[in-house]
């Protein structure tokens, strides 16, 4: 009894030179087929427009708020729709993530999440301007933190006392660099009660009277729990220059009624 051997079906050979143009493509066609056969099929479509509005929510809330703005919140009416009227998407604002991304229109996604928040922002976080806190000081009544992640100079004690004025809520301000006065963290502790951290550390400030310096500080470190001062500027070019952006400062500064 002889031993049937089992032969496996083989996709035959294909000559170009000798097949013609109709065979060559049949014969494709069925080794393209017998591939995808023996490949698992995938998931089913999934429809992400007709997701809960919960899911929605926590989707978008873990995106970085940058892409919110730039398009993830455009991708079809739900998540539009979400995006544009929950202000709790934008109770707590932070735009860091897109400071050198989007280093063009960063004015326009500030003022834009600002006023999707609806007044109910309570922490900003991003760059600033000589505009953006007059901004804000009419569209969140409520912020309580404010984190200004650019350059960002306090020379001018009158447009430091014109904005804090408008911030009653104002606890923790974060100052990443820029020339800082004393007396202007004082104007602003004076019109913020709540004010109780204070972090300068990466700006400068300019070198002044031993005394007035010394009374500065201690007017600050009486009322601020948490406080890093400005370190000092060591060259009085620096004074000269921020006396003089301070008086055109005040010459230029915009109206807050």
Same mark, same amino acid.
């Given at each position: 009894?002889?031993?049937?051997?089992?032969?496996?079906?083989?996709?035959?050979?294909?000559?170009?030179? #000798?097949? &013609?143009?109709?065979?060559?493509?049949?014969?494709?066609?069925?080794?393209? +087929?017998?591939?995808? *056969?023996?490949?698992?099929?995938?998931?089913?479509?999934?429809?992400?427009?007709?997701?809960? !509005?919960?899911?929605?929510? =926590?989707?978008?809330?873990?995106?970085?708020? #940058?892409?919110?703005?730039?398009?993830?919140?455009?991708?079809?009416?739900?998540? !539009? !729709?979400?995006?544009?009227? *929950?202000? /709790?998407?934008?109770? $707590?604002?932070?735009?860091?993530?897109?400071?050198? +991304?989007?280093?063009?229109?960063? $004015?326009?996604?500030?003022?834009?999440?600002?006023?999707? @928040?609806?007044?109910?922002?309570?922490?900003?976080?991003?760059?600033?301007?000589?505009?953006?806190?007059?901004?804000? =000081?009419? @569209?969140?009544? @409520?912020?309580?933190?404010?984190?200004?992640?650019?350059?960002?100079?306090?020379?001018?004690?009158?447009?430091?006392?014109?904005?804090?004025?408008?911030?009653?809520?104002?606890? +923790?301000?974060?100052?990443?660099?820029?020339?800082? +006065?004393?007396?202007?963290? =004082?104007?602003?502790? *004076?019109?913020?009660?709540?004010? $109780?951290?204070?972090?300068?550390?990466?700006?400068? #400030?300019?070198?002044?009277?031993? &005394?007035?310096?010394?009374?500065?500080?201690? &007017?600050?470190?009486?009322?601020?729990? *948490?406080?890093?001062?400005?370190?000092?500027?060591?060259?009085?070019?620096?004074?000269?220059?921020?006396? /003089?952006? &301070?008086?055109? #400062?005040?010459?230029?500064?915009?109206? =807050?009624?």
């Amino acid at each position: 009894m002889g031993i049937r051997s089992k032969r496996r079906n083989r996709t035959p050979a294909i000559d170009p030179h #000798t097949s &013609s143009p109709s065979r060559r493509r049949q014969t494709l066609d069925s080794c393209r +087929k017998d591939v995808f *056969d023996d490949l698992p099929r995938s998931a089913e479509r999934r429809d992400w427009a007709a997701l809960p !509005r919960d899911v929605l929510w =926590v989707i978008l809330s873990l995106l970085p708020q #940058t892409e919110v703005l730039r398009g993830a919140g455009l991708a079809c009416a739900p998540w !539009r !729709r979400l995006a544009l009227d *929950d202000p /709790l998407l934008w109770r $707590q604002i932070d735009l860091a993530a897109g400071n050198k +991304k989007y280093a063009e229109g960063w $004015q326009a996604m500030a003022c834009t999440a600002v006023r999707l @928040s609806a007044g109910r922002c309570e922490s900003y976080r991003g760059r600033v301007d000589r505009d953006v806190p007059i901004f804000l =000081v009419h @569209s969140a009544p @409520s912020l309580r933190s404010l984190h200004v992640t650019c350059r960002f100079d306090m020379t001018s004690k009158k447009f430091i006392a014109v904005v804090a004025k408008k911030l009653p809520m104002l606890e +923790k301000l974060v100052l990443s660099g820029g020339l800082i +006065k004393l007396a202007s963290l =004082v104007v602003l502790a *004076d019109h913020c009660p709540r004010l $109780q951290s204070i972090d300068a550390g990466g700006c400068r #400030t300019t070198r002044t009277l031993r &005394s007035t310096g010394q009374t500065l500080r201690a &007017s600050l470190e009486s009322r601020i729990k *948490d406080l890093r001062l400005p370190r000092v500027e060591q060259f009085i070019l620096g004074w000269r220059l921020a006396s /003089l952006q &301070s008086r055109i #400062t005040d010459q230029r500064l915009p109206r =807050v009624d």
